[in-house]
């Protein structure tokens, strides 16, 4: 049997095991609730950002043809470039949401009354903050450099890269540099168009080309650097002279040719080509 002076002792360790083990309950608990907010509203922000972030730059994105593994990879590092923004709008909304919670349930007024001070009931979500704030210095020291590199090198190969080729009916359409072309019916089973109108200048203005044709067909070539442009019964037309300082002169020579069937080859590089990124060191961001 213990000696009597030793009881009192014995008694205030046990209930300093009892605190200890309410303590680590609590702290799992209150660490349980804000880490699943926590996940939920920092990819709810990452989400958000992203959005904004893509319908800032929609306009290299749209029309251009770009394969999936290139858009997943443009998503990946804007994501990476937009985690310090979505880090302390979750850690703010987290804390906001996890404690209100617990405070309109009455747990914060029962871990107060049982003696549980309300420093010690943020302990845990300040050692949470403080491992995200080291985790966010290494982020931005280490990765979000790199990641910025990549991305701007992506939206730069994208800005370069030709558009898809997809001709409208009844306007003309110049994404082919050098050519203007108005299409009056398109056939989209057979690739077929019809009522076909091209203006030239890959010669100069002073030199213009005007062909109208019937029908024809637009093809990209396997290595994507051309166009086979194949036109049915039209008729070329295409100046002899230039115009420059010879405005007022009535009659103009110009060159005008019938044909039945007739093959162009038009450049059109429609393959996207990755920059070097090294060429990005030297950027500020």
Same mark, same amino acid.
């Given at each position: %049997? ?36 926590? #996940? ?31 858009? &997943? ?28 919670? %617990? ?8 871990? /107060? ?8 009931? &943020? ?37 370069? /890269? ?34 076909? %109108? ?9 030199? %213009? ?39 007022? /002169? ?13 093959? #162009? ?18 950027? #500020? /961001?």
């Amino acid at each position: %049997m213990p000696h009597p002076t030793v009881m009192p002792f014995l008694y205030l360790c046990a209930d300093y095991y009892a605190r200890m083990r309410i303590i680590k309950k609590l702290d799992l608990y209150i660490l349980k609730n804000y880490l699943l907010l926590f #996940a939920g509203t920092f990819f709810i922000c990452l989400f958000i950002f992203i959005m904004q972030f893509i319908w800032q730059y929609i306009d290299d994105l749209v029309g251009k043809g770009l394969s999936w593994d290139v858009l &997943l990879e443009f998503f990946f590092y804007a994501s990476l470039t937009l985690v310090p923004m979505s880090l302390p709008l979750a850690v703010l909304l987290a804390s906001l949401i996890s404690f209100g919670n %617990m405070g309109e349930k009455l747990e914060l007024l029962s871990m /107060k009354a049982a003696g549980v001070p309300l420093v010690r009931i &943020l302990l845990p979500i300040f050692i949470v903050a403080l491992l995200v704030c080291g985790a966010s210095f290494v982020f931005q020291d280490r990765i979000q450099p790199k990641a910025t590199r990549q991305l701007a090198t992506l939206l730069w190969s994208m800005r370069q /890269k030709s558009p898809e080729l997809d001709i409208p009916e009844g306007i003309f359409y110049s994404d082919i540099p050098g050519y203007s072309i108005f299409v009056q019916k398109k056939d989209t089973k057979t690739g077929m168009l019809h009522g076909v %109108m091209i203006y030239s200048t890959q010669g100069g203005y002073d030199k %213009m080309e005007i062909v109208l044709a019937d029908s024809a067909r637009l093809q990209g070539t396997e290595d994507q650097k051309f166009l086979r442009l194949t036109m049915y019964e039209g008729e070329r037309f295409r100046n002899m002279d230039s115009q420059t300082g010879n405005m007022l /002169k009535a009659n103009i020579p110009y060159m005008r040719e019938t044909f039945h069937t007739e093959v #162009a080859m038009i450049p059109f590089d429609a393959s996207f080509n990755m920059m070097d990124a090294n060429l990005f060191n030297g950027d #500020a /961001k």
